[in-house]
């Protein structure tokens, strides 16, 4: 039997590398996934293009300036036949040029203020594609902290398996020894070896578990997925959360609200720009131009122009066919509907955050039960183990306080664990996790 002697060399090497590695803190790895994470970056960059078209200039609020010029050079053979009197033309290889050139501006009045409710549709999107980013990086750092915990939480399994496996090997080692000094029959000994083989494989799953949880994080990360990880196993949490404050901070804060009453704002401003429609559209035209022509034959051989001109264009919408009609209901049913939309938000919103706190309260709870829980399995499994070796306890009695303690410790980890992803879950459903990270600007 040497599965064992392998495994606990194997788990030895394991804790050197572990401890010649630096411990990744929580907030390092929060730090990885805001600077790395692809979906965080892509986010950004699609507020930052939301940002830039939010402008004046882009809403038809400020004027179009525009400088042309041309110019042209002909040659070619020419007959001109005049009016009785005037003798006629008749020349080849007759040159002519043109050239102009004007700087004009365009602007529009009055358009029924349809471009400053398309001037607020964009700051709109602009602020929607902030609280995308913003969603995105939460959902984001949700999942860096739970697989964080999660692999704390499989460190510990795999100590507890370990631990097991190592008490396991020498509960066999002693009886197979007894049982050549014939002290313990066969059945001790061949009982011992199941439990030793239950508790190799046990330990080889933990092992497995932690090197998937450890790679799903490194991903996030924006790291190889085979890269080393170490992480802390204590972890902090979050006290006197209350629910009231915690509702109303929601209604204030959360994401998802955010978004839906954002998405009002933009079909109110949509109801404008469709209403615009309907409104007389004022136009003003300016143009300072230079034009020079010259010709070698005809009555006019050059002209000469320089100045300025304008004009004002007043269009009136008389009749579409219905079209702008039903582009401004249309806007008005979508606005019907986000405004609808908030409000279920705002149901919804204080539904989950109500949910989560109970979650929160009730894992807390549980948390400590079976922290007290592993007090107690210890003392039971250090006075099982007394009595064993005196040989007043059967092996099959050790073996039941050894694997209540392992469940026991196994338990308190997954309170832990579980107790810590309820807080993350009330603290989005509130709007304060990014807050409570002490996460400021996302960009």
């Not at 070698?296 to 000469?304: A, D, K, P, S």
Request: net charge neutral; glycine share 8%.
């Amino acid at each position: 039997m040497r599965t064992w002697r392998i495994l606990a060399h194997s788990a030895a090497l394991l804790a050197l590398c572990a401890a010649a590695q630096d411990t990744l803190t929580l907030d390092g790895a929060l730090r990885l996934a805001l600077a790395n994470e692809h979906g965080i970056r892509i986010a950004r960059n699609e507020a930052e293009v939301a940002g830039a078209q939010a402008t004046a200039g882009n809403a038809g609020l400020l004027p179009r300036i525009d400088a042309s010029g041309r110019g042209t050079y002909s040659n070619q053979y020419s007959r001109i036949d005049f009016a009785e009197g005037i003798p006629d033309v008749e020349r080849a290889g007759v040159e002519s040029t043109a050239l102009n050139g004007q700087v004009g501006l365009a602007y529009t009045l009055f358009n029924g203020m349809g471009n400053f409710a398309a001037l607020e549709r964009a700051q709109i999107n602009a602020r929607l594609a902030d609280i995308r980013a913003r969603t995105q990086v939460e959902g984001t750092l949700t999942q860096v902290i739970a697989l964080y915990h999660a692999v704390a939480a499989l460190d510990e399994d795999v100590s507890i398996t370990q631990r097991i496996l190592e008490i396991s090997a020498d509960r066999f080692t002693r009886q197979e020894g007894r049982a050549a000094l014939g002290g313990a029959g066969r059945l001790d000994v061949l009982n011992a070896q199941v439990d030793l083989q239950a508790d190799s494989a046990a330990h080889l799953l933990a092992m497995q578990r932690r090197e998937r949880t450890a790679r799903d994080l490194n991903v996030l990360l924006g790291r190889p997925p085979a890269a080393a990880l170490r992480v802390a196993r204590t972890a902090a949490y979050a006290q006197g959360l209350e629910e009231e404050q915690l509702v109303q901070e929601a209604m204030r804060g959360n994401v998802e609200l955010a978004s839906a009453t954002a998405q009002v704002r933009a079909a109110e401003a949509d109801q404008r720009i469709a209403k615009a429609l309907r409104w007389p559209r004022l136009d003003l035209s300016a143009a300072y131009g230079i034009n020079d022509q010259r010709n070698e034959v005809g009555i006019v051989l050059g002209t000469y122009t320089q100045g300025l001109n304008g004009g004002l264009t007043l269009s009136v919408p008389l009749f579409d066919g219905g079209r702008v009609g039903t582009q401004v209901e249309a806007a008005r049913l979508r606005a019907e509907n986000a405004s609808l939309a908030e409000q279920q938000a705002r149901l919804q919103v204080e539904r989950d955050v109500r949910n989560a706190y109970t979650t929160w309260r009730s894992q807390h709870a549980v948390r400590r039960i079976q922290e007290e829980a592993v007090r107690t399995a210890e003392l039971n499994f250090e006075r099982t183990s007394d009595l064993h070796r005196s040989g007043q306890l059967t092996g099959l009695q050790f073996r039941q306080a050894q694997l209540d303690l392992a469940n026991a410790r196994r338990q308190a980890a997954v309170a832990g664990f579980e107790a810590k992803v309820a807080e993350l879950q009330l603290l989005r459903a509130s709007g304060g996790l990014l807050q409570a990270l002490g996460i400021g600007d996302l960009r």
